[in-house]
């Protein structure tokens, strides 16, 4: 069956860096995009960021620009997101998704196939 299973959070100072891992399988992750959400307490799940699954340009939300950046390694199934310069309004938990899409990538978690369940980022002040 499919499992995606995300680690790497915890706690950390501002200004502090973490490196978020999402292994997945039960499906061909080579052809999947794959994406970052978070969901911070008492707010609705919102995009971070995506790549192809050529691990081609995909996107971000504003707020992480040239804070956050994805990866993935389809040898291993794996997707990274690698965060510098963390803020406490980061906090959320975080969740990596797969979409199985060829053409377009997308910030829209409804059109995501599948899910992890989450992993805590708590950035201290």
């Known amino acids: 069956q499919v499992q995606m299973v995300e680690s790497g959070g915890g706690l950390v100072q501002a200004g502090g860096s973490l490196r978020l891992s999402c292994v997945a399988s039960?499906?061909?992750?080579?052809?999947?995009?794959m994406a970052w959400f978070r969901q911070a307490p008492g707010k609705e799940r919102e995009f971070v960021a995506v790549?192809?699954?050529?691990?081609?340009?995909?996107g971000y939300t504003d707020s992480i620009k040239d804070r956050f950046t994805i990866s993935r390694d389809n040898a291993k199934n794996t997707v990274y997101l690698q965060m510098n310069s963390l803020k406490p309004e980061d906090t959320a938990i975080y969740y990596c998704?797969?979409?199985?899409?060829?053409?377009?990538?997308?910030?829209?978690?409804?059109?995501?196939?599948?899910w992890g369940q989450g992993t805590q980022v708590t950035v201290s002040s």
């Open positions: 998704a797969a979409h199985r899409n060829l053409y377009t990538t997308t910030a829209e978690a409804e059109k995501y196939d599948y």
């Open positions: 039960g499906f061909t992750f080579s052809m999947y995009n």
């Open positions: 790549i192809r699954w050529s691990g081609g340009r995909g």
